[in-house]
């Protein structure tokens, strides 16, 4: 198949959106370059991307190269912005990695880097700015083998650093293997490592090697080169300047080459999942789609399997930022985006859900922020569109606390804060304010225990359910299962149950979500004249709540892994500070007149520390962070959050309130 899906990764500032322009510049796609820091650039096309010059949401765009079809999604490379890399992931079949020989490898680096490895994502590495005053990819390839991987192998030599440099000298021609490479006696050695490194992924290969030395023809090495990068054995290097467009062909060369085409079939039954939201003003709700199998026409009726409802294609349209063109068809392997879905929802699948991949969780909001409107009149309207804007990025998680009148979102960070603040004015004319961001604590039982409840009145109604409750392992989240044999309970109620338990446990004893346990259903009854599905809605939070406060929880809250480097003269003032905040670290390690400290911070004591750094370091300390899991608290810290609606401990007002709405 001629087509590829590849993502393009970075930590903020590697050149991610540069990269991509030139791309699109070099292949034809469009006609004259753009640039990130005018606000011109093709893949940012949000007014609040060109203004701040940073991307905030993934663009989906294409280009063709060498008789192949290429969709890219550049994604977003600030950490507040992590949800919509993780979107990407989900429906890419290759990626590029791109990493500043200046910064090397950063914080948001690493985070990707595990993600692609874990979903098994052929993966290129695109060390950028080569160009610029610092860069040093030695230095840089010995951070990629420490901190990424000892597979990473450079398949071009360097020709010059900083304001020298001129290019790169291709060590394997991936694109005519008939061609041979007369390479200068500096890059012979970098050749002879990059012919041993695949030598060793085949043993026929290898045994070749002993035979004939370093002399393997391209012809003999590429085929095994390729399909130990399909199988994420090996990780091509390659370099460049993309300001300059120098590199680019050769990257270009190398998406083509080596990463995989997607598989599928168009005549299979179809199945596909959206992976993005946008709303046009006459198209409506934009699904972004990427079809695994099947294929999908304009006023084609699909079954959405996540919501269970039925809604019709109006149009199927490919999309290259604000540009669009009605192409009528989507075939398997293919990302387009459907129009006609008003009820489409992030992550829903369409069709059979078998062929779909499971979905790999990055980002996880650590901060909750209150909204604040400027009068009563417009309380409504900025509710309506919070529930939008979180409909484009479910993390958001709008609680919208109606009793009370407040509204809270989940947020990453400040740089998110600030963007939605500018989305609500530029998209909905509304001007709103945010309180000071507070920590997002989680709760996980103390003790094992059972939860039971017997709703049996106000008839009609009859369910009665028994939970064992067990703390699980840190990180776990939920394990659920049952053992209740379906002559007791139906097993539609007890799909019913398995679908509530999740919910639950939203919030806990304190009001926060409940992690880290195991759920497991030992008793359940339904009577033949009484019983509805329904009952299971009310019952379910009941049995839960009644074994979490029997049992009680403990605290957790979230942590923060962190690489700090600060001239030797500011570590010991440095080191205070991080035991002050409740830190964790190993020795320091000191070299060449700076000191490099790594450890563990919690997030609720070091939400300042990044702005105090500056000054304490004279602007010379560099923080790396990222998340790293959630921590029992210690105990002195009580956090506690309002609950939303009625708590199913006041159990008589919560069957009314209940009913009430379910009834509605």
Not at 185 to 211: P, T
Request: hydrophobic content about 40%.
């Amino acid at each position: 198949m001629n087509l590829r899906n590849v993502g393009i990764f970075a930590h903020v500032d590697a050149g991610k959106t540069t990269t991509t322009e030139q791309i699109l510049f070099r292949s034809g796609r469009i006609r004259s370059l753009g640039s990130v820091d005018d606000g011109t650039a093709q893949t940012d096309w949000l007014e609040v991307e060109r203004s701040r010059g940073i991307s905030v949401r993934s663009a989906v765009t294409r280009f063709h190269w060498k008789g192949v079809q290429v969709n890219v999604v550049d994604t977003p490379g600030h950490v507040d912005f992590l949800s919509e890399v993780e979107r990407s992931l989900r429906v890419m079949d290759g990626a590029v990695l791109i990493i500043s020989a200046v910064e090397g490898v950063q914080a948001q680096t690493e985070v990707i880097w595990q993600a692609l490895r874990e979903l098994c994502i052929p993966t290129l590495i695109y060390m950028n700015k080569l160009d610029r005053i610092g860069a040093d990819p030695t230095r840089v390839i010995g951070e990629i083998h420490r901190l990424l991987s000892i597979a990473a192998i450079p398949i071009q030599a360097v020709d010059g650093i900083e304001g020298e440099f001129v290019g790169t000298e291709d060590l394997l021609n991936i694109i005519d293997v008939e061609k041979v490479a007369d390479l200068s006696v500096s890059s012979s050695g970098a050749r002879k490592n990059l012919v041993e490194k695949i030598a060793e992924q085949d043993d026929a290969l290898l045994e070749r090697y002993f035979e004939q030395g370093p002399h393997l023809t391209d012809a003999e090495l590429l085929p095994i080169f390729t399909t130990s990068i399909r199988d994420s054995k090996l990780f091509p290097v390659l370099f460049g300047a993309s300001n300059r467009g120098i590199g680019i062909d050769q990257l270009m060369n190398a998406i083509v080459s080596l990463l995989p085409s997607p598989s599928g079939n168009e005549n299979a039954p179809l199945s596909g999942v959206v992976f993005k939201l946008d709303k046009d003003p006459i198209m409506g709700r934009l699904a972004y789609v990427r079809l695994y199998e099947g294929t999908l026409r304009n006023r084609d009726t699909v079954h959405n399997h996540k919501l269970d409802i039925d809604e019709k294609v109006t149009q199927i349209r490919k999309v290259d930022g604000q540009r669009s063109e009605d192409i009528g068809i989507l075939k398997a392997g293919d990302i387009a985006v459907v129009c006609g879905w008003s009820r489409v929802r992030i992550g829903d699948i369409v069709g059979d859900s078998e062929g779909v991949p499971s979905e790999k969780r990055l980002a996880e909001p650590l901060l909750t922020v209150q909204v604040h409107w400027r009068n009563e009149a417009e309380y409504p309207v900025v509710v309506a569109a919070f529930h939008e804007l979180a409909d484009e990025d479910p993390h958001l998680d709008v609680q919208w606390l109606q009793e009370d009148r407040e509204l809270h979102l989940r947020v990453m960070g400040p740089i998110q804060i600030e963007v939605l603040a500018y989305m609500l004015m530029s998209r909905y004319g509304l001007t709103v304010n945010f309180g000071a961001p507070s920590v997002i604590y989680k709760e996980t039982p103390e003790q094992s225990g059972e939860g039971f409840v017997a709703y049996t009145m106000p008839k009609p109604c009859w369910a009665i359910l028994r939970f064992l409750i067990e703390p699980g392992v840190r990180g776990s989240g939920l394990v659920y299962q049952s053992i209740v044999r379906t002559e007791s309970l139906l097993d539609r109620y007890q799909k019913e149950v398995a679908r509530r338990v999740p919910e639950a446990l939203e919030q806990g004893l304190r009001g926060w979500p409940v992690t880290d346990l195991k759920v497991t259903l030992i008793e359940g009854e339904h009577h033949v004249w009484h019983t509805h599905p329904l009952d299971f809605v009310v019952a379910t939070p009941m049995g839960i709540m009644d074994g979490l406060a029997k049992m009680g929880t403990k605290l957790l809250e979230p942590m923060l892994k962190f690489r700090l480097s600060t001239p030797e003269e500011f570590g010991g003032k440095l080191m205070s500070e991080l035991v002050v905040m409740r830190g964790e670290f190993d020795t320091p390690h000191v070299h060449l007149g700076r000191m490099e400290i790594e450890g563990r911070l919690p997030v609720a004591t070091s939400l300042e520390f990044p702005a105090r750094l500056g000054s304490m370091t004279k602007g010379r300390g560099t923080l790396t962070t990222f998340f790293d899991g959630y921590e029992l608290c210690p105990p002195d810290v009580n956090a506690e959050r309002t609950r939303r609606g009625v708590n199913p401990l006041d159990t008589s007002k919560y069957i009314l309130a209940t009913r009430n709405a379910l009834s509605n």
